[in-house]
């Protein structure tokens, strides 16, 4: 069984650091691209980042490239975020998500985690 | 980078068929059979529904269906069920090499 679990999310003020880990299982993780989606509070999903198997090619959305940062270590099935210069707007449900087939860039996201919160406030 | 769009809102009794658009431009969903689309239920996670434009996967309802033309893609539910009341998004690849999603669609089973 798959399993996402996603850990790291906190209270944090503007203008700090913040980590997001999602230890994955289940799967063979070296063999499958991995997502960031993210979801204010009431809101809609927002795709954040993503990184591909060998980590050679990582993309950001706008509203994040910059400041955040996308990493992954296969030998320890860990898909990382690190957020800095946190702004309100960053305030939402973080999701680990993994697509539907391995070796694609480009497949729908069959798995995700239950999301870790961030609230971005003073 | 903008999202794509979805119409707010849509309803249907039991039993009826309803269709959900969704449109983007000819830099993602015209250019690319890359479009899902997601359910999502209050305090839960998303789940895939359709994967590459109509693909179902395993385990999701054939009462789910879904296409493409041009810039839009739709989800369609066929014999609506008072458990799809949800809210459902789509997403799609763009020629940014990211991914994008809609708004949303809120739908109600009457």
């Known amino acids: 069984e798959v399993q996402l679990v996603e850990s790291g999310g906190n209270l944090v003020q503007p203008g700090r650091s913040l980590r997001l880990s999602c230890a994955a299982s289940g799967f063979s993780f070296d063999d499958y691209a991995m997502h960031w989606v993210r979801q204010p509070p009431g809101k809609g999903l927002e795709w954040v980042s993503g990184?591909?198997?060998?980590?050679?090619?990582?993309r950001y959305a706008d509203s994040v490239k910059g400041r955040f940062t996308i990493s992954r270590d296969n030998a320890k099935n860990s898909l990382y975020l690190q957020m800095n210069s946190l702004r309100p707007d960053d305030t939402a449900l973080y999701y680990c998500?993994?697509?539907?087939?391995?070796?694609?860039?480009?497949?729908?996201?069959?798995?995700w985690g239950q999301g870790t919160l961030v609230t971005v406030s003073t | 980078q903008s999202a794509l769009t979805q119409p707010a809102s849509v309803s249907g009794s039991p039993g009826q068929s309803i269709t959900i658009s969704c449109t983007g431009t000819?830099?993602?969903?015209?250019?690319?059979?890359?479009v899902s689309w997601y359910q999502q239920h209050p305090g839960k996670a998303p789940k895939l529904m359709i994967s590459d434009v109509n693909n179902r996967p395993s385990g999701v309802s054939n009462r789910f269906s879904g296409s493409k033309s041009g810039n839009t893609a739709s989800l369609t539910i066929s014999g609506l069920q008072a458990e799809d009341e949800a809210d459902y998004y789509c997403s799609s690849d763009t020629s940014n090499n990211i991914r994008v999603f809609g708004g949303g669609t809120k739908l109600t089973v009457l």
């Open positions: 990184i591909i198997w060998n980590s050679g090619i990582i």
């Open positions: 998500a993994k697509p539907m087939r391995a070796w694609s860039k480009s497949s729908g996201f069959d798995d």
């Open positions: 000819s830099s993602d969903i015209g250019s690319y059979n890359y």
